[in-house]
RNA sequence: GCCGAAGUGGUGGAAUUGGUAGACACGCGGGACUCAAAAUCCCGUGAGCCUUUAAAGCUCGUAACGGUUCGAGUCCGUUCUUCGGCACCA
């Protein structure tokens, strides 16, 4: 079986992927049986080429994937391009390239490099956001979700940078300073599109219990979701007919001793026509502090001073539950866009309260007392009480006595009878905007018909004006005058004859050929297109589903496929853990509604999520050009070869964790590949007839089991960890004369190791196969039977367990010694004991003391208690 | 501020339901081979103490302190540090 030759990974890996690929071992099956559907979150293919991080993921599918395979499962393994997107678009403004040919220039390196690493997709499925077959689809999945009232158009703010003129996204506001050229962000209203991911609240969060994901990314979720129950209070203005609503989680009312609402506020706008009085100087005061926030709220995003400000209108209010009259005052700490846009002041409860209220002197009542039995006034944050916290109630009337949380919700009870109030949820997600005024996006597919809007209609209405869709009267603004675009006249392609440097306007709108002959669906009149684009997460909330079924061109994916592939089983990824993941389960939930998700799909798309962790560069900082700290896969694979690239990358830590890169780690791993290779060589012209010791048979047994079930639970280093333990054991077998049959140590010990070494195992298992079949040729001939469909090996159970074990002897907890046993009278407490007092270290403990207690571990541990 | 995760040798990390802490690897030290180097192989490697020719033995040790237990890296409480997310959310 000698192979003769040094370990060269560069000599063989070019081959077998060549070979792999020919054979096309890695297709998907046509007829899946015992499905498992492994997905990576596709890549956005950025300018600067993929690095060692990027990787961690794919290499972790990629094992998985081949152990399925190996385990009989029919896989489904794809992988594709995020390719829409700003950076793209930026390199455009900034160089003259257009984006599509940057994109696809960077894809072919991405695919190139993922291709050096000999990760087993089946690129047949490839798809690519920016492709006009793509977006087509995408473009589908807004007019039904149009159509179902999923999608509206509504004024809302965005980041403007006043010098590019153009809309920002958050994560280009660097501390209210646009990222490109540091000018003042604003905040400005325009009309944008938005999905209304908020009628799926509470299924979002409902869903979570089931799958199997990491528990903090589903607390992340329910967080960002942020549902909460209230109560909606409605209090009267003194002196007038106006009402104040209210939304609070904690109506501890016998503590409320003033409101606050925003300077959006309706009553606000009120005072300022003077169409509430307000005494002359309150007047002034509040015109001043509601001009100053209009012009600072315009200015930054991120306002990092928190400190609380606010003015005192001059109104009064009563709390229906003593009548008493508290001051009404307007603050910007209140948002609009949070419950009713106005709250109520219970300092002594609630820190943002409290803060306001030591600011400006307001009263401060105790009604909640903590188990420490402080009853005081209260004068200090750490005395503050928020709900959520222990206490009862004080200074409550018919409340006293009560715990937190049920006089709460008594008093909630009390208001909703007496007619003052009523219970509402609250949430903290808002509706998803869309809406980008960027070129490199799918256009959005709506037309806007004047005429139309004049006269109120939309798609929505009939001819005699009536709404045609229930679910009008939830959309916003009515879309009058929106008519989406004929499905057979999908896709709206991206036109090319684009400017796309920024003047304030999409630039979409510059186009000369978008518009051309684009008339109402509706009366037929001239109409314009949509010059917005939309967000990226758009794309990548349904490509798993176009996994299924990506070269179809008359549906988004067939049911059938659908049917066939879909659950993704497992689903690895890092980052974007809230928003996609969101987004996703929002679009598979919609289509399953509508029932094209076939309800016995269930109506989660990700059983199983893991994120990889962060690969840290040598310095232990984030990978980064300006640290020059980055390592691709080109600095590692010509030197060192794809496998000990990918098996280090596993074996560095824990597959979730946050960890650096080490050199001399990558040196270390060669190194253990070129002693397999070695070993392999040099155990070739032993017996192959001989019967294997015991030790031997147990040795191989247990790895099978431990590398299997290592794979399952993505704990990739414990399963390298496993095969070294078992090479050096190997060696020391070997060396101690032990009776080994190689043939079958290599054929369990390669076929553990393919998933994570897919070359160099292919290499020497058809050395090893050749010499069985007498050489066929492995290289040269076209039938070889690759590693790579081979089964994985069976475990026999009653070979895992060693023949001989070391039980712990203790006395009073303290290790004293150890006795050795075969593994079944290490189960018995009689003997173990006679054994373990035999010990001189042992004796020396209990001699001439009485035992008080003996606690036996069958076949672990044995421990004396004097 | 709130929510979440994590702290183990010089380094990355291992350790079923609580049951021999430090597997495996990196680094380092020593040795073999060599004219020499590289490569390779072998031995050692948590800290301290004692005794010694040696073997062995003892004590401490998983961020800190306390608790539960025959026994705690693992469970409970408090504190500290680091990382991630949200952030004037009423």
């Keep these: 079986m000698a192979v003769n030759k040094k370990y060269m990974p560069d000599e063989i890996e070019g081959k077998w992927q060549r070979r792999w690929d020919e054979r096309g071992i890695y297709k998907t099956p046509e007829l899946p049986r015992n499905k498992k559907y492994i997905l990576d979150m596709y890549p956005y293919p950025s300018g600067a080429s993929m690095h060692v991080g990027h990787l961690e993921g794919y290499v972790g599918t990629d094992i998985v994937s081949r152990y399925f395979r190996m385990k009989g499962y029919s896989v489904l393994h794809p992988m594709g391009w995020d390719s829409f997107g700003l950076p793209a678009e930026n390199y455009a403004i900034k160089t003259g390239v257009h984006p599509e040919d940057s994109t696809r220039e960077n894809i072919k390196t991405f695919k190139r490099q993922l291709n050096s690493v000999g990760l087993s997709y089946d690129w047949d499925r490839e798809v690519n956001s920016s492709d006009p077959n793509y977006y087509k689809w995408n473009q589908w999945l807004f007019i039904l979700l149009f159509k179902r009232g999923l999608a509206y158009k509504a004024e809302a703010d965005v980041n403007w940078c006043t010098s590019c003129e153009t809309v920002l996204a958050n994560e280009q506001v660097v501390e209210g300073k646009c990222e490109r050229c540091e000018a003042q962000v604003i905040q400005k209203k325009l009309d944008q599109w938005f999905l209304k991911i908020t009628e799926y609240a509470d299924r979002l969060i409902a869903g979570l219990d089931s799958l199997d994901w990491l528990n903090e990314v589903k607390v992340q979720q329910k967080n960002w979701i942020g549902k909460k129950g209230g109560i909606n209070i409605s209090y009267d203005v003194v002196g007038c007919d106006k009402k104040i609503d209210v939304f609070t989680t904690a109506p501890v009312n016998f503590g409320m001793t003033f409101l606050v609402v925003s300077p959006e506020y309706n009553l606000v706008q009120k005072i300022l026509e003077g169409d509430v009085q307000v005494p002359k100087n309150r007047l002034l005061e509040v015109k001043g502090y509601v001009e100053d926030y209009f012009i600072k709220r315009r200015s930054v995003k991120a306002i990092d001073d928190k400190t609380k400000t606010g003015v005192f209108t001059g109104l009064y209010a009563t709390n229906p539950v003593n009548n008493q009259e508290v001051p009404v005052w307007v603050s910007d700490f209140v948002l609009m866009e949070v419950g009713t846009g106005a709250v109520q002041g219970c300092p002594g409860h609630d820190y943002n309260d409290f803060e306001f209220a030591i600011k400006y002197k307001l009263p401060i009542v105790r009604v909640i007392v903590g188990p420490d039995g402080d009853l005081s006034p209260i004068k200090r944050r750490e005395q503050v009480i928020e709900r959520g916290m222990e206490g009862r109630f004080v200074n409550s009337e018919f409340l006293n006595g009560l715990g937190f949380e049920e006089g709460l919700q008594k008093t909630m009870d009390y208001f909703e009878e007496k007619g003052w109030g009523k219970r509402v949820t609250s949430y903290h997600i808002r509706d998803w905007l869309i809406s980008r005024q960027r070129y490199w996006g799918t256009p959005i597919p709506m037309v806007y018909c004047e005429a139309c809007a004049k006269e109120g209609r939309s798609w929505f209405t009939t001819e005699e004006g009536q709404t045609l869709h229930d679910r009008d009267k939830n959309v916003q603004g009515g879309m009058a005058g929106w008519y989406p675009v004929d499905e057979a006249d999908l896709p709206v392609l991206l036109p090319k004859d684009i400017d796309f440097r920024p003047t304030g306007q999409s630039p979409i709108t510059r186009s000369e050929s ?96 893991r994120a990889p962790g962060w690969i840290l560069g040598p310095d232990s900082r984030k990978m980064s050009k300006r640290w020059g700290n980055v390592v691709t896969p080109d600095d590692i694979v010509p030197k060192y070869g794809a496998d000990t690239l990918r098996m280090y990358e596993m074996f560095m830590g824990p597959f979730e964790a946050m960890k650096p890169w080490s050199m001399t780690g990558v040196e270390g791993m060669s190194r253990f590949l070129n002693r397999i290779w070695r070993l392999f060589e040099e155990t070739g012209d032993e017996d192959k007839q001989v019967e294997s010791d015991k030790r031997v048979l147990v040795l191989i047994n247990k790895l099978v089991e431990k590398v299997g079930k290592d794979i399952e639970d993505f704990s990739f280093n414990t399963a390298i960890s496993g095969m070294m333990e078992a090479y050096n054991e190997l060696v020391e077998l070997r060396r101690s004369g032990a009776k080994v049959n190689w043939v079958e140590v290599w054929r369990n010990f390669l076929l553990v190791m393919a998933p994570f070494a897919p070359h160099m195992t292919e290499e020497l298992w058809q050395t090893l196969e050749g010499e069985k079949k007498s050489k066929v040729k492995g290289l040269e001939s076209n039938v070889f039977s690759s590693i790579h469909q081979e089964k994985w090996p069976e475990f026999d159970p009653s070979l895992v367990q060693d023949e001989t074990v070391e039980i712990p002897v203790q006395v009073n907890g303290r290790l004293r010694g150890t006795v050795t046993l075969d593994s079944d009278t290490a189960k018995n407490e009689e003997k173990v004991t006679e054994e373990a007092k035999k010990q001189e270290g042992v004796a020396k403990y209990i001699e001439g003391q009485q035992i008080k207690k003996v606690i036996f571990v069958p076949g672990r541990l044995i421990n004396f208690v004097v």
């Design 514 to 609: 978008f518009q051309e002959g684009v008339v109402c669906p509706h009366c037929g009149g001239k109409a314009r297109r949509e010059v917005d684009t939309m967000d990226g997460y758009v794309d990548s909330s349904w490509y798993f589903i176009r996994f299924a079924d990506s070269q179809n061109d008359e549906e988004f994916a067939s049911q059938k496929a659908i049917g066939d592939w879909l659950p993704v089983d497992i689903y690895v990824g890092g980052g974007h853990v809230v928003q996609h993941l969101l987004f996703a389960r929002f679009f598979w939930k919609v289509l399953f509604d509508l029932g094209l998700v076939d309800k016995s799909l269930g109506d989660e798309p990700f059983l199983k999520l």
